[in-house]
């Protein structure tokens, strides 16, 4: 499949050859650990444990390097296990990291309780602000960890330009597109090393499957994840992998309309007098517009908003919500809302990325854009 093919084309066509022996247009499940060999070491198409290769795993791989516009694409049981295999790749005792002030609880914890154990430091930057991640830099950093948009904050950050101060200090720039999803933006394009996506979330889209993903350009790179992802033997089984492949296909129509739904959401709740702040990149009024409007093609379907009565009040807006359903996790076709201080955020409590208490965070599904609009106002009071 070409890279010249327009990303719709890709997400349907990339990696979703016809099987050869029936003719079947999706790829099958090889729900199979190991492969018969032709003679000790005759491996037919290379393929001889699962956890090493597995045909749906390597479609889905091919599909994510694809519309990444990357040379390797590699799939993972989670988005944190893919994370973890990124930082054990990168990174060694003593080595330092700068991560977002705004950035996902569990990726937090994981620098926090988990890598830190290692003898892995990490400074907290704000992202979006250039100097900022400058400052933060010290002779042991491999790597700048951003978000963008963020979570939950939807800060936005200028992935050219960091990715110019990562090549100045000899490291990485690791860039989560998850919010984003590779149909809205590329990073790999404006200069990234890394891109982590959890597949969970509007790759998959229907969340009905686990997943994570890393895409890189650089061939070195690639063979030293690849090993990694073997070794260490997260990996994404044959089922997860067909259902992100299935979802991919949908993910540019599915994109449009999060984007058309989560503006009109926006627009309401900018105008609600329960609402002291709303944060969403589409918004002229957004810190990060500018930058999102020049590196993005539209603005997602993730809107946060403070609520003007506090934390209770924020907690009861959720409590009373009927269409949009309470719960963790985002991307999928229904709509979903939480209460980031005490659900997907609570890991960051007392520490320098600490949500507002008074947040709600939106994923803004694909249903009726007025059904949305009206189960929010009776939600807000």
């Known amino acids: 499949m070409s890279d010249q093919h327009s990303f719709e084309t890709l997400a349907i066509h990339a990696g979703n050859t016809a099987d050869p022996l029936t003719g079947a247009v999706v790829p099958p499940i090889y729900q199979v650990s190991t492969y018969k060999q032709d003679g000790v070491g005759g491996l037919r198409g290379g393929y001889e444990y699962s956890r090493s290769a597995n045909p749906t795993r390597t479609a889905l791989e091919e599909n994510l390097a694809a519309l990444e516009g990357g040379r390797r694409g590699l799939a993972f049981a989670s988005g944190l296990a893919a994370e973890d295999c990124l930082l054990r790749t990168l990174l060694t005792p003593g080595d330092h990291v700068v991560i977002p002030n705004d950035a996902y609880g569990g990726t937090f914890r994981l620098f926090a309780k988990v890598a830190s154990r290692w003898g892995v430091e990490f400074s907290v930057a704000d992202t979006s602000d250039v100097a900022a991640v400058r400052a933060a830099l010290t002779p042991r950093t491999k790597a700048i960890w951003v978000e963008t948009p963020s979570n939950p904050l939807l800060g936005i950050t200028d992935i050219a330009a960091v990715a110019q101060v990562a ?96 503006t009109k959401v926006a627009d309401l709740l900018t105008r609600h007098p329960k609402v002291s702040q709303v944060l969403y990149p589409g918004l002229p009024e957004h810190p990060g517009h500018e930058v999102a409007a020049k590196q993005m093609k539209a603005f997602g379907g993730m809107v946060s908003f403070r609520v003007a009565g506090g934390e209770e009040a924020a907690v009861e807006v959720c409590n009373r919500a009927k269409l949009f359903t309470l719960g963790e996790s985002l991307g999928g076709v229904e709509s979903l809302l939480e209460h980031p201080g005490r659900m997907t955020h609570a890991s960051a409590a007392g520490s320098p990325l600490e949500v507002p208490a008074d947040l709600v965070r939106l994923s803004v599904g694909i249903e009726n854009g007025d059904d949305l609009i009206a189960d929010l106002t009776q939600a807000l009071g």
Do not use: C
Request: aromatic share 6%; hydrophobic share 45%.
């Open 167 to 262: 090549r100045q200090a000899g490291a990485r720039l690791v860039v989560d597109n998850t919010f984003a999803s590779p149909y809205l933006q590329q990073p790999l394009a404006l200069g990234a090393d890394v891109v982590v996506h959890s597949t969970t979330k509007y790759m998959g889209g229907h969340s009905d499957v686990v997943g994570g993903a890393l895409v890189v350009s650089d061939p070195e790179l690639a063979e030293e994840l690849e090993y990694h992802q073997n070794a260490m033997g997260a990996v994404a089984g044959p089922f997860d992998a067909w259902l992100v492949l299935r979802g991919i296909k949908t993910l540019a129509v599915r994109m449009d309309r999060h984007t058309e739904n989560a």
